[in-house]
């Protein structure tokens, strides 16, 4: 049928060529405007042999739907309870360019989409369940309330399917689904945006995600888990909204994710284009086995079998060391029990389940109800992408009803584990600042190729798509704030010392420094940079191998209100300081350049042709050497020298843009006195 309804159309629009020229030329003549409209003619007849839907009793009631540019431009009638209907129907319509292709439809009216289903149920005594207390025979009607034919029968084929497994209330299986972001999304707005959010559904199983204002790529990174029943996957749909305050929210697409093409513990990365609306969703979907799994899993596992492990040492062997450069190695991670966790129910217990993520992967224990002491006995296998990675183990309070509930975490970066080594870590806080309550068992195992993992080195880090929003902390102000200090401190600390060489606070050391000096100075080479930052380092390692470790750990001490609020104002004081210095050396340095004081223009005009000369004529090596000469012996030339840098001495004196502007204003106020 839509074979003939297309042929149709291209005899009549072959035809109407010439009369459309015609009408072109005509106008033209007349110096007429120009509007060109196609008049389209379809010839409807009927159809043969049309596919029973499922769930259809034996018939069908179809019709026909026509539609131009997205638009429904006709709809025919409906024929009732007939495969082969006649329609012999014809419409014209006015198409305004070729371009457009025609949409042929075909679909079917539900009226009701019943499906009865007998249903017998065997009575029993909890107490005594080998007797026998008969049957209740029941006749169930599953219908759809309200809403699209195509979401009544995807539900009812899930209650359908899922019938066998709801009994018990057991879940086979998590999948753990990460809204990363949305492209190109549909304008719905009049300001060309929209305000999107998505909606997930698995079953009876529903999330929301957050509303992404005025965007059509937005950024979500939310985490959704729904609980598998049906061991063979199922599906999940998906939907689109734009949000709008006062009224219905628009529809903006749709997709759906079937699960049974994805593969058990393993993170997919998936680009789904949205139907009946415009764009793309990133997704990241893990598929974890759950409660089913036996405790046997903690015995059976490829680095306890002699055999795998040897595969697995020769796969990541020196000798394979550039094949599949991103594959580095492996990790092997047994979760076995965790001790004394914190209650997060009322009734003092707590639901727990471990979630393992390393970069963008994700696994996920099954839950234990009501315990603090909870067992999982699971063992997860992750790919080692990058060996700098930081594995991440976080316990969680299940609770039906909202999100879970955060009861602790470690923090374990790869190059820091024992392989083999059975160890109780004690949980902490999300920011890993302080401790909180309980301690988890791990047993972690990593093999990796070291030559790929020095190479993936210089390669960029993977990026993480779920991460938490920044959000202004005054407690994490402060923190970053000793960091910046402590690291500014430790090179004016150096520059103490070097300038304690150059003051001979120390003569021996003077001596030395100055030998040592001259002696670089006279034989330079490139070479001796790498080496300079070479003895650092030995000399680092040499102590921490001796047990005198320098390294200070950073001060976690508690500090009360009014002390917290003492040293947020010092931070910020200092950091008003610190900009008002690094901004007015700037500017100064710029009105050097812009002849703001000339004389001061001048003498920088002078120092640099002067130095130019120098520099042109005499090898640097004997500057640095008569340079270094002078500030050695300076203070003994003269023990009362007072030391200085003349190059701050000389921007000391260029005025900032604030002391131009004050300057400017009051030449300006005491022009206006004079005159007045």
């Not at 495969?83 to 012999?88: A, F, G, K, T």
């Not at 014809?90 to 019943?114: A, C, N």
């Not at 066998?164 to 990363?180: D, M, N, P, Y």
């Not at 996920?364 to 990058?386: A, G, I, M, R, S």
Request: glycine share 4%; aromatic share 10%.
């Amino acid at each position: 049928m839509v074979c003939f309804c297309l042929v149709s159309l291209l005899v009549f629009l072959c035809l109407s060529n010439q009369l459309v020229l015609k009408f072109m030329e005509v106008r033209i003549k007349q110096n007429l405007p120009l509007i060109l409209m196609l008049l389209c003619l379809i010839i409807l007849p009927n159809s043969i042999s049309l596919c029973l839907l499922p769930f259809a009793l034996g018939t069908s009631d179809p019709y026909v739907k026509f539609k131009v540019a997205g638009k429904e431009v006709f709809r025919s009638k409906t024929i009732h309870k007939n495969l082969n209907p006649v329609w012999d129907e014809r419409v014209s319509l006015l198409v305004e360019t070729l371009k457009d292709p025609l949409y042929v439809k075909v679909q079917q009216i539900h009226p009701g989409l019943q499906m009865t289903l007998d249903v017998t149920l065997d009575l029993k005594d909890p107490q005594y369940p080998e007797n026998n207390l008969g049957s209740l025979e029941l006749a169930v009607t599953l219908s759809p309330k309200e809403g699209d034919v195509r979401d009544a029968v995807r539900k009812l084929y899930t209650l359908i399917h899922l019938s066998f497994f709801l009994k018990a209330q057991l879940w086979r299986g998590i999948v753990s689904i990460s809204l990363i972001e949305g492209r190109s999304l549909q304008p719905m707005d009049a300001n060309g945006l929209s305000d999107p959010y998505v909606k997930f559904r698995m079953g009876h199983q529903k999330y929301k995600s957050k509303t992404i204002s005025k965007t059509l790529n937005p950024q979500w990174r939310e985490q959704f888990d729904f609980h598998m029943y049906d061991e063979q996957g199922g599906y999940v749909d998906i939907t689109v909204w734009d949000k709008d305050a006062g009224k219905k929210d628009d529809f903006m697409g749709r997709c759906t994710i079937n699960l049974s093409h994805l593969s058990k513990e393993h993170t997919h990365k998936l680009d789904l284009p949205l139907e009946e609306g415009e764009g793309v969703l990133v997704l990241l979907v893990t598929l974890t086995a759950s409660a089913a799994v036996s405790i046997s899993d903690l015995s059976v596992n490829m680095l306890d079998d002699p055999q795998e492990r040897h595969q697995i040492m020769q796969r990541y062997s020196l000798w394979r060391s550039f094949n599949n450069l991103k594959d580095v190695g492996v990790v092997q991670v047994k979760v076995i029990r965790a001790e004394g966790l914190m209650a997060a129910d009322v009734t003092g217990k707590s639901d727990p389940f471990c979630v393992v993520e390393l970069s963008n992967d994700r696994l996920q224990t099954h839950t234990v109800y009501k315990n603090l002491n909870p067992e999982w006995n699971k063992v997860f296998t992750f790919n080692v992408k990058d060996i700098h990675s930081v594995l991440e183990v976080t316990v969680y309070d299940e609770d039906r009803d909202r999100s879970a509930d955060f009861l602790g975490k470690v923090a374990i970066p790869l190059l820091n584990i024992q392989n083999g080594e059975r160890k109780a870590y004690a949980l902490k806080s999300k920011e890993l600042t302080g401790p909180t309550k309980g301690v988890i068992f791990l047993e972690i195992d990593v093999i990796f190729n070291a030559v790929k993992a020095g190479l993936g080195t210089l390669i960029p880090i993977e990026q993480k798509y779920i991460e938490e929003e920044p959000r202004v902390s005054k407690q994490m102000l402060l923190q970053n704030f000793n960091r910046v200090r402590r690291c500014i401190m430790f090179l004016i600390n150096t520059g103490c010392y070097i300038n304690s060489c150059f003051e001979w606070d120390s003569p021996q050391r003077s001596i030395c420094a100055f030998v040592l000096f001259v002696i670089v100075v006279w034989n330079f080479e490139l070479y001796m940079i790498p080496l300079a930052l070479l003895l650092p380092l030995a000399w680092n390692y040499i102590l921490i191998a001796s047990g005198k470790d320098t390294r200070q750990d950073v001060d976690s001490e508690r500090k009360g209100f009014m002390n917290k609020l003492y040293a947020i104002q010092d931070v910020c004081i200092s950091v008003q300081n610190a900009l008002d210095e690094v901004a007015s050396y700037g500017e100064r340095i710029k009105n050097t350049f812009n002849w703001t004081v000339p004389f001061l223009s001048w003498l920088a005009i002078v120092a640099f042709g002067g130095a130019t000369i120098i520099i042109y004529f005499i090898p640097l090596r004997y500057i640095v050497l008569a340079w270094g000469v002078n500030k050695f012996t300076k203070k003994l030339r003269d023990p009362y020298i007072i030391d200085n840098n003349e190059l701050l001495d000389f921007l000391s004196r260029v005025p900032s843009d604030v002391q131009v502007v004050g300057e400017l204003s009051t030449f300006i106020s005491a022009s206006s006195f004079i005159s007045f």
